[in-house]
């Protein structure tokens, strides 16, 4: 008869060799798909979000939504005004759903969702006069919501797993946006629901780039690449300019915005940087260094005053900065939040989506932080 404590030592070692093994496996395939493609990553434990209003003036967070959604994911946010209210879009990426605050004050209020197709993964969104906008890139796809009757289109990428990130709405009503996975940039144009078409544009200097952010500055459309740290003017149809840096490197580039060809601002995650690009006889790129360090600044928006506010993921805080002038933070009213996406009311108040740090849910590019 065997001896019970060599069996049960026995046991005890091969339950420890089996789970090495399948923790290295595992990790084996997680950084084969880190490297080879951005990815939506999410823990899988509940989490909440918060719509916050700031008055532009002061800082002061004057109101708070909470999203009745567990776990809905980091979302973007997009804000439409109406007469006497507000409409406040957002993204709910785990949840497969796009959300609506209309706001009116801080003690009238509502809320709706809406269902967009199982697999989605909504991540950005846009709004014009009649449609929501928004990337689907669980679904390799422009999705389109109309408000009035709850109905969502779909418009399929041609190139498959192309990732659709940012996009942004050109004056002549085509939506540009970022194919990531792909390296791509494209337009698309809708007349009706069977009568659309896709234009990929594409260069091997943008190969493994890794394009996230864009904006457009009619006629050019300017571009993120996270992955070779620098940002493009593409000016249709081949016209590419690369910017690098003047003076300093640029450190991943991620979100974009842009209102005039000298009013161009960026995001640097890793660099920990608010940069303002513009092209004049030479590209130009002016460097705002942030606080703290490794803050990991992400979304932008310019108010009407010229002023850009950021959100900070690492630090938990949003900033604003008076190009020239000051650098201004205010943390959020609760610890251990994520603010992920912000804009402007065109009137006194900033919008501020922040997650909760038990889940986040971000495009993620390959990069070694230490």
């Known amino acids: 008869m065997k001896n019970p ?16 093994l399948w923790l290295g496996l595992a990790s084996q395939r997680s950084a084969v798909r880190a490297a080879t493609s951005p990815s939506l990553w999410t823990a899988g434990t509940p989490g909440e979000a918060f719509l916050y209003r700031v008055d532009r ?3 002061a967070f004057i109101f708070t939504y909470t999203l009745p959604t567990l776990n809905p994911g980091s979302g ?3 804000v439409l005004p109406r007469t006497g209210q507000q409409e406040i879009w957002f993204t709910e ?15 009238e209020y509502t809320f709706r969702e809406y269902t967009v197709t199982l697999g989605s ?19 390799n796809a422009i999705g389109r919501l109309n408000p009035l009757n709850g109905q969502t289109d779909e418009f399929v990428v041609p190139t498959p797993q192309s990732y659709p990130a940012s996009l942004a709405l050109a004056p002549d009503g085509s939506l540009w946006f970022t194919e990531m996975q792909a390296d791509k940039i494209a337009r698309l144009v809708v007349t009706t629901t069977t009568d659309f078409a896709f234009q990929e544009y594409y260069t091997a200097t943008l190969s493994g780039g890794r394009p996230y952010g864009l904006a457009i500055v009619a006629p050019s459309v300017w571009v993120a690449e996270t992955a070779h740290n620098r940002v493009i003017q593409f000016t249709p149809p081949n016209s590419w300019v690369f910017i690098t840096g003047l003076g300093y490197d640029i450190d991943e580039p991620y979100e974009l915005t842009a209102k005039g060809q000298d009013n161009i601002w960026g995001s640097e995650r890793h660099g920990n940087r608010i940069t303002q690009f513009g ?6 790129a002016n460097p705002y260094p942030l606080t703290p360090a490794q803050s990991m600044p992400t979304a932008l928006a310019l108010d009407t005053q010229n002023h850009i506010w950021f959100t900070q993921s690492r630090a938990g805080q949003i900033g604003k900065i008076i190009p020239l002038s000051t ?6 009213p609760l610890s251990g939040l994520t603010p992920t996406s912000i804009a402007t009311d065109g009137n006194t108040g900033i919008w501020v989506f922040a997650y909760r ?8 590019v390959l990069r070694n932080y230490q």
């Open 357 to 364: 740090a038990h889940s986040i849910y971000l495009p993620l």
């Open 76 to 78: 973007d946010i997009a």
């Open 327 to 332: 650098t201004t933070y205010y943390p959020l």
């Open 5 to 20: 404590w060599r069996v049960l030592l026995g046991l005890v070692f091969s339950t420890i060799l089996l789970s090495t």
């Open 121 to 139: 993964r909504p991540l950005n969104l846009v709004a014009d006069a009649s449609y929501i906008w928004y990337t689907a890139p669980g679904r």
């Open 57 to 59: 003036t002061t800082g």
């Open 279 to 284: 092209m004049g006889t030479l590209p130009v």
């Open 93 to 107: 990426p785990a949840a497969d759903r796009l959300g609506l605050l209309v706001y009116t004050t801080t003690t």
